[in-house]
C-alpha cells in the first residue's frame, strides 16, 4: 500500500520565502496603519496634534452640564446617563439598573428630576443638565447633602446621587409634605440598603 505523502515537511526550506512584515512592506503599509485596520486608518495629524476620532454617525450635542457649556459627539444611541458619566466622567450619578427601575441615575434637567438611562442625550440640545456634582461641594455642602450626613441617611450609598437628586427636585413640586406623601414622591428611588427612614428624616430637615 503507498503511504501519503506528508502535506508539510518542515525539513524543507518554504516555497516562497515570504513574511508577514514583507507583504505589509510590498504593499506599503506602515505598521501604525496596519494596526488600525479595516478602514480606521484616518488622515495623518498636523504634526504635534493629536488625531480626531469620530465615531461613525455621530452627532454634535451642545448642552449645558452644571453651568459649564458643553459640546460632544455622540452615537445616536447614547442615553444621557452614559455621556456624563463616559464622555464628562461625572461618575457621581450611577448606573443601578440602567432600565428606569431604581432610580440611581437621576439627574436635573432643566430644573425637572430625570432618569438618565431613559433619556437620549440627543435629545437634551440647549438643556441645562444638573449632576450631584453640580449641587454642593465637599466644602460646601447642599442643604439636602448637609441633611443626609446629619442623619446618616446611606449604608453603602450606590442609590444615594440619586436620593439627593430627588429629593431636591421634590422641593419644586407640588406635593404634600406628610411621611407619606414624601415616600410616595420617592418611591422611584430604590434603596437596596433600606436605609429608608434615615432618608425621609433627611429630606424632612432639609425642607423645614
Ligand atoms: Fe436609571 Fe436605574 S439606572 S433607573
Ligand atoms: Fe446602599 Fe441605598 S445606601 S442602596
Same mark, same amino acid.
Given at each position: 500500500?503507498?503511504? *501519503?505523502?506528508?502535506?508539510?515537511? /518542515?525539513?524543507? /526550506?518554504?516555497?516562497? +520565502?515570504?513574511? %508577514? *512584515?514583507?507583504? #505589509? ?19 495623518? +495629524?498636523?504634526?504635534? =496634534?493629536?488625531? !480626531? ?7 454634535? #450635542? ?9 459640546? #460632544?459627539?455622540? @452615537? ?10 463616559? *464622555? #464628562? ?7 443601578? &439598573? ?14 425637572? %428630576? ?19 456634582? $453640580? ?9 439636602? =447633602? !448637609? ?7 446611606? =449604608? &453603602? ?16 413640586? +407640588?406635593?404634600? *409634605?406628610? @411621611? $407619606? ?6 418611591? $422611584?428611588?430604590?434603596? %437596596? ?7 425621609? !428624616?433627611?429630606?424632612?430637615?432639609? =425642607?423645614?
Amino acid at each position: 500500500m503507498p503511504t *501519503r505523502k506528508p502535506d508539510f515537511d /518542515p525539513a524543507q /526550506p518554504p516555497l516562497l +520565502p515570504v513574511s %508577514r *512584515r514583507s507583504v #505589509l512592506q510590498a504593499i506599503g503599509i506602515s505598521g501604525t496603519a496596519a494596526a488600525l485596520g479595516n478602514g480606521l486608518a484616518q488622515a495623518a +495629524p498636523a504634526p504635534g =496634534q493629536a488625531p !480626531a476620532y469620530q465615531e461613525p454617525g455621530a452627532q454634535a #450635542l451642545t448642552f449645558t452640564v452644571n453651568g459649564q457649556q458643553q459640546t #460632544l459627539n455622540v @452615537d445616536p444611541r447614547t442615553t444621557l446617563l452614559d455621556a456624563l458619566r463616559e *464622555r #464628562l466622567q461625572l461618575t457621581g450619578t450611577k448606573k443601578g &439598573c440602567d432600565h428606569g427601575q431604581c432610580g440611581a441615575c437621576t439627574v436635573h434637567v432643566n430644573g425637572r %428630576r430625570v432618569n438618565a438611562c431613559l433619556s437620549l442625550a440627543l435629545m437634551h440640545e440647549g438643556d441645562a443638565i444638573t449632576t450631584v456634582e $453640580g449641587l454642593g461641594s465637599p466644602e460646601q455642602l447642599h442643604p439636602m =447633602q !448637609a441633611a443626609f450626613v446629619e442623619h446618616d441617611a446611606y =449604608q &453603602c450609598g450606590y442609590c444615594t446621587s440619586g436620593q439627593i437628586m430627588s429629593a431636591v427636585a421634590l422641593a419644586n413640586e +407640588p406635593h404634600g *409634605r406628610s @411621611d $407619606g406623601e414624601i415616600k410616595e414622591a420617592m418611591s $422611584g428611588n430604590i434603596c %437596596r440598603c433600606g436605609a429608608y427612614s434615615h432618608i425621609l !428624616a433627611a429630606i424632612k430637615t432639609a =425642607q423645614a
